[in-house]
């Protein structure tokens, strides 16, 4: 946090190369006013989805075409209430309207508001226009205000700048908007408005002012609502960004000056009552305080209620749920099933060696990998787009806020958590409709204990071979008991790990719960739908890549050194038998293989042996691929579909003694190695991308690993100290 | 009569007397609309007890009652029995509907 901080170039600069200079729209309001909508209908079909410098919250920017007059970018600011801001993500608003603290200034502030809840509304707007800023205020969703439609014309009085009122769901009003966009951007003018604070406060504000850097001072009074700003947001325990420490310092010493006042009601007493005061010019005052939406407190009543609602909550999750776990199935299955027949036609055409290997097993492995998560992250992200567009999100945090609370996490961290149990790569996706980034960070790490999908074959190959076929108590079947179990394990797990990491890794303030339960309103599919592929397609660049990176590395560090083609002299009689036999040979001769085998003095205290090892070295691609790579290591061949000779092989296995290599505790002690460990290149993968940092992927693998050593190692030996295995 | 949020009944009207409570949190929430003098209805509580649902401005905003402890109020309306969302001063209103 230096001085210098916020002197840094632009993270985007403007290409000067455009004959005219590109102009800059940015488009603000407070959350569910339809801004992304009207987004969507300024924009087009060409959005750019990238990230904001430093934080993981989503940028998006696209072009509107001015008619005659060439185009500007046009970015959707996240929703905000206000300016005022105590973290980065909050800080955003004013960076990015002022186009200080490394933002490009914008030439145009497009301030959206819901028509339906003005005053409110405009407390945003009041503080642009205090701020000077060149303006233009939409009110949008004007369909919704009814018989209390505000007059525009007052609105544009009040903030000296130009207002249109749209619906951007139907389109109206959207051609006018652009139009008054075009206009606004060819001339100057800023808005303005001034409330009569105490001389006092101005002077104490002008003092503030003087420490403001240079770059960010522009004239009197917008220097002013500048250290308006500082002086509300800024406090000696705030988490804001690239704050000079001089404006820091004189903030907190004119706090101190001031500490007998009460600034913050002061300021904002001010503001809405000069709202108040102009709201009868706006429209009548019956609208200051409008009733409840009347269709949604009918919704309501049902959804928040205290069985029905949960029983519809219940069902709504359980069919997201579905979707993830058994709905992708088919799309997973063929995505796998086509790239393996790519892999096979490739290898049937192509020579035989290194290239061709690197080729099939490397490159289209590693597509396939990335590929095969979409049906899954294209369904939770309908889903999300969903329940986001209509209102129910709010609710889900509503109805679950005293339980997730409990835990340290967000309300809204259910979603996550319950799409961890299908996946945990979609799951940390699901973060993002967290606001702040210990909440994310929090879910994120341990997100990936939950039971994923990919641990259910481990468990069933292992639950198959090692446990006997019997029922407790004469009807429970083991395997389901055993089944369950995990579920129930790695749920407290998750509870507990939650529990340590939110108040070690990533402490925070428990942050008081401030939540807006929007109106029920029908989601725009075209809007749910462009979201979702937008985010897809950033899943697939920026995490595919890691992930198609880590698989070709996984494919060398097993198909490397090369067998000798001699090593396993081929005979007509048992040709396949030789073959299996020749890639386990190959397998355990590889650099992954050698690992495997130099790993066993640390697994073998676990009940592991290094066939295992390789094993777990293979899985780490997926964790399912476990299966597959036993099953080479067994020369039983790498059988996705029936797994009984691998079943057999391992039951059979017997030490140099005769006893069996692999016992039930064995078992057991794997499974839990699987419930814990971070098996999967693919979660470190999508971490990094949503934290934007190895940092966090790196601590989540030691800790995960470490956690899954430790509680293996206490389930073997404790056992054998009982007496079992 | 003097009171706090948190006690207010379900379909209760009050007005916001003071807010209290931890800068960031006090300083939205008015920012929100809950300054003092501004009416508000406490719609709901959720099923589990917490947090709890009101309207401001038009706004339904949900605080704990931790939270919602901190805000003095006063009370103008005794709780309605039926229809606790619509208001008998404002019924052309009641076509406001978004669905």
Known sequence: MSAEACHEPSPKPAPPTHPTPRRLVVLVGNPNVGKTTLFNRLTGQNARVGNYPGITVERRSGELALGDDGVAEVVDVPGAYSLAARSPEEQLAINSTLGIGGFERPDLVVAVVDAGQLIRNLYLVLQLAELRVPLLVVLNMIDEAGEARPDPAAVSELFAAPTVATNARSGEGIEALRAEIGRRLSETGEARVDLPYPPDLRSALDRVADALPAGWRKNVERDRALALWALSSIDPDDELDSIPPALRERCLDVQRDLSGRDLDLEVIGARYAFLDAHADRIFGRATRHPPKHAGSARLDRVLLHPLFGFMAFVGIMLVMFMALFSWAEPGIASIEAAFRALGELAKARLPDGVARDFLTDGVIGGVGNVVVFLPQILLLFLFIGLLEDSGYMARVAYLMDRIMRALGLHGRAFVPMLSGFACAVPAILATRTMERRRDRLLTMLVVPLMTCSARLPVYSLIIGALFPDRALLGFLPLGAVLMVGMYVFSMVMTLVAAAIIGRTVVPGRQVPLILELPPYRVPLLRGVLRMMVERSWVFLKEAGTVILACTIVLWALLAFPRAEAATVPPTAAAAAPSEAASKAIALEKSYGGRLGKSLEPALEPLGFDWKIGIGLIGAFAAREVFVSTLGVVYGVGAADDDTSPLRQRIKSETRADGKPTYSALTGLSLMVFFALACQCMSTLAVVRRESRSWRWPAFLFAYMTALAYAASLLVYQGGRLLGFG | ?99
């Open chain 2, 1 to 99: 009569m003097s009171s706090n949020l948190a006690a207010a009944e379900r379909g209760q009207v009050v007005t916001v007397e003071r807010v209290g409570g931890e800068r960031a949190f006090r300083r939205r929430l008015m920012e929100l609309g809950l300054v003092p003098g501004t009416r508000v209805e406490l719609v709901g509580v959720a099923p589990l007890g917490d947090p709890i649902e009101l309207l401001v401005r038009g706004a339904c905003l949900s605080i704990r009652r931790a939270e919602a402890e901190r805000v003095a109020v006063v009370a103008v309306e005794a709780a309605r029995e039926s229809q606790p969302n619509s208001t008998r001063l404002e019924p052309e209103l009641e076509a406001r509907s978004a669905m």
